[in-house]
């Protein structure tokens, strides 16, 4: 495994096992209240920096299970917040950079390429649903006004890479701390975003 992993890089995959839901924080109306964050092409996507916040909180729980050895790495590598306030000098970003969370290049262009299917819908939404939810009462009835309507992602496979990585031990750490993510997203509580992380294998890319 670990001489398939570039120097200074590695490269993961997102293997999703249910519909899922990153949020865009807009709407569309009176149609959805939640929409997915896409891309210009109208495909999904994750942010680096969503992924950069699942990925430390995982290690962090590694690191507790492992008697605290990798603080320095998660320093390093996550950056550290100041716990005084007005003082971001004594705050770091971390080195480690996070890029988005994509489908692979084949099935984007497959996915392009293919345009419309024979209804004249475009390709790109059938890999969005909807799903509707209401927040129930003491009295077991639903309460006025509080059904939501919010959009979904199809399973998919997405791919995505941290790089900047140096120290020797830093890529093993990783990889056994995401490794440890089982859910990614909003509403994971109601069966969204099931996922894997797993490293990229031989002949698997972007």
Same mark, same amino acid.
Not at 126 to 141: E, K, Q, Y
Not at 150 to 160: D, R, S
């Given at each position: 495994?670990? &001489?398939? *992993?570039?120097?200074? &890089? ?30 210009? %092409?109208?495909? =999904?996507?994750? =942010? ?25 790495? $998660? ?7 100041? /716990?005084?306030?007005?003082? =971001? ?7 480690? @950079? ?10 984007? %262009?497959? *996915? ?13 939404? @059938?890999?969005?649903?909807? *799903? ?5 009462? !003491? ?8 059904? +939501? +309507?919010?959009?979904?992602?199809? =399973? ?9 990585? &140096? !120290?020797?031990? $830093?890529?093993?750490?990783?990889? &056994? /701390? *995401? ?7 909003? %509403? +994971? ?6 996922? /894997? ?7 698997? /890319?972007?």
């Amino acid at each position: 495994m670990k &001489e398939e *992993i570039k120097m200074g &890089e590695l490269e993961y995959k997102i293997q999703f096992y249910s519909e899922w839901h990153t949020g865009s924080g807009l709407t569309s109306g009176s149609d959805l209240d939640a929409l997915v964050i896409k891309d210009e %092409n109208n495909l =999904p996507f994750i =942010p680096g920096k969503t992924l950069k916040g699942l990925i430390k909180e995982a290690c962090e729980n590694y690191n507790q299970l492992t008697g605290n050895k990798f603080n320095k790495l $998660i320093n390093k590598y996550f950056g550290t917040e100041s /716990s005084l306030e007005g003082s =971001p000098e004594l705050s770091f970003n971390g080195q480690a @950079h996070f890029t988005n969370a994509m489908i692979s290049a084949e099935l984007k %262009n497959r *996915i392009l390429k293919g345009g419309k299917v024979e209804n004249g819908t475009k390709i790109t939404n @059938h890999l969005f649903r909807a *799903i509707a939810s209401t927040a129930i009462g !003491d009295n077991g009835v639903a309460k006025q006004h509080s059904l +939501r +309507r919010m959009e979904t992602v199809i =399973p998919l496979v997405l791919y995505a890479k941290v790089l900047f990585l &140096e !120290d020797d031990e $830093i890529k093993p750490f990783i990889i &056994e /701390s *995401i490794g440890m993510i089982k859910r990614l997203g909003q %509403n +994971r509580h109601r069966g969204l975003g099931r996922c /894997s992380f797993e490293v990229v294998k031989k002949g698997e /890319s972007l």
